[in-house]
């Protein structure tokens, strides 16, 4: 009897014991997770242009129809940057040794720039036009960067898709605001 416990409790310590992958899995996650709230706070961070111009500036403006209620916006966004922000792990984890990995990724923090910017020509300028032609501009990076992305990971170019699309509708609210003011 006692041999049975004593093996028992050598095979409970086999499996207690993190394997070396099981170890990278975790820190995968880790920095997955840190990632995903830098690229969250930075959203956050572009959102204070946002607020500031809402419910001065923007509430004041004639709108289209099909235009979403505005508490609709910040939980997309946050979908949104967590599924960039896998993506973007997603290439970086081939190892930023190899050149389309680095091109993407360069992408990537172009695509970042432009997004962040939109808010603050848009909002922060309050300038429908300039924040259209901002908006193309990124809608373009975005696509360059799924281009990269797809050359690195297949995945992570699908986790992009949401993005494009909302910025493709994004596009035409845009052109429509413009428009209409």
């Known amino acids: 009897m006692p041999k049975r416990k004593a ?3 050598r095979r409970a310590g086999r499996r207690a014991r993190a394997t070396p992958a099981a ?3 975790v820190k995968d996650t880790a920095r997955l997770v840190v990632l995903i709230i830098i690229i969250e ?3 956050l961070f572009a959102s204070i242009f946002t607020q500031s111009s809402v419910s001065v500036w923007y509430a004041t403006l004639q709108k289209p129809a099909f235009i979403p209620p505005n508490y609709v916006f910040a939980p997309v966004w946050v979908v949104l ?3 960039m922000s896998t993506a973007a792990f997603m290439v970086w984890k081939k190892g930023t040794e190899r050149q389309d990995v680095r091109v993407a990724l360069n992408s990537f923090g172009m695509q970042f720039l432009l997004n962040v910017l939109w ?3 848009f909002f922060g300028m309050r300038s429908p036009l300039f924040g259209l032609i901002e908006v193309i501009l990124l809608w373009i990076a975005i696509a360059i960067t799924m281009m990269e992305f797809r050359k ?3 995945r ?3 986790l992009m898709v949401p993005y494009i ?3 493709t509708f994004t596009v035409v609210l845009t052109y429509y605001i413009w428009i209409l003011n």
């Open 7 to 9: 093996a028992a409790g």
């Open 23 to 25: 170890r990278s899995t």
């Open 41 to 43: 706070l930075i959203g």
């Open 81 to 83: 940057f967590a599924l």
């Open 119 to 121: 808010s603050l020509i």
């Open 152 to 154: 690195v990971s297949e």
């Open 156 to 158: 992570a170019f699908w």
């Open 165 to 167: 699309l909302w910025v």
